[in-house]
T-cell receptor, first 112, second 111 residues
Framework: QKEVEQNSGPLSVPEGAIASLNCTYS??????FFWYRQYSGKSPELIMS????GDKEDGRFTAQLNKASQYVSLLIRDSQPSDSATYLC????????????FGKGTHLIIQP | DVKVTQSSRYLVKRTGEKVFLECVQD?????MFWYRQDPGLGLRLIYF???????EKGDIPEGYSVSREKKERFSLILESASTNQTSMYLC??????????FGSGTRLTVV
């Protein structure tokens, strides 16, 4: 059973600080990793993807991948109240139909 | 911009009704998925399809069926709606492991 684990939160971070979201996965053969943002009542939106070890930066977002530790993280710099949402980690482990395994998400609250 | 369109944003149906949820994508993606999302349970895969007329069961297919007659359209069917099928239903499509694009979701209430 492939598993993706996230702390459900809520994670409360003051405005302007760095928010750090973490995810671990069970399948060592996993190949692709994604972060989705989901606002309350809305559908998930892809914000970051990462495929190799190290860091990938896009604006205020940085995804970090460590395949040896089976760990992926998302850093949000200069956090804004509009970043308050649930963040879903998703992992592709091969197999049919491009299937992703999703974590249950971390609820992030940015306090003004 | 790529789009996945779900036909209804909100639906209210009666117990025992047959319910159709429609999903259309304009990206020529091979893979399409139906999920339901419930508080505390996360996203749960109901069915997916990797080609026209092909379908595969996900983790919770009981009480559901699907149809994919055309590449761009993937329909979810609740054969006889029950109250425990009240949920947010999300359609998604993908190609080449670049991540899913989700539709806006259908919040279904069965009374």
């Amino acid at each position: 059973q492939k598993e993706v684990e996230q702390n459900s939160g809520p994670l409360s971070v003051p405005e302007g600080a760095i928010a750090s979201l973490n995810c671990t996965y069970s399948d060592r053969g996993s190949q692709s990793f994604f972060w989705y943002r989901q606002y309350s009542g809305k559908s998930p939106e892809l914000i970051m993807s990462i495929y190799s070890n190290g860091d990938k930066e896009d604006g205020r977002f940085t995804a970090q991948l460590n395949k040896a530790s089976q760990y992926v993280s998302l850093l949000i710099r200069d956090s804004q109240p509009s970043d308050s949402a649930t963040y879903l980690c998703a992992v592709y482990s091969g197999g049919g139909a491009d299937g992703l395994t999703f974590g249950k998400g971390t609820h992030l609250i940015i306090q003004p | 911009d790529v789009k996945v369109t779900q036909s209804s944003r909100y639906l209210v149906k009666r117990t025992g009704e047959k319910v159709f949820l429609e999903c259309v994508q304009d990206m020529d993606h091979e893979n399409m998925f139906w999920y339901r999302q419930d508080p505390g349970l996360g996203l749960r895969l109901i069915y997916f399809s990797y080609d026209v007329k092909m379908k595969e069961k996900g983790d919770i297919p009981e009480g559901y069926s699907v149809s994919r007659e055309k590449k761009e359209r993937f329909s979810l069917i609740l054969e006889s709606a029950s109250t425990n099928q009240t949920s947010m239903y999300l359609c998604a499509s993908s190609v080449n492991r670049v991540g899913y694009t989700f539709g806006s979701g259908t919040r279904l209430t069965v009374v």
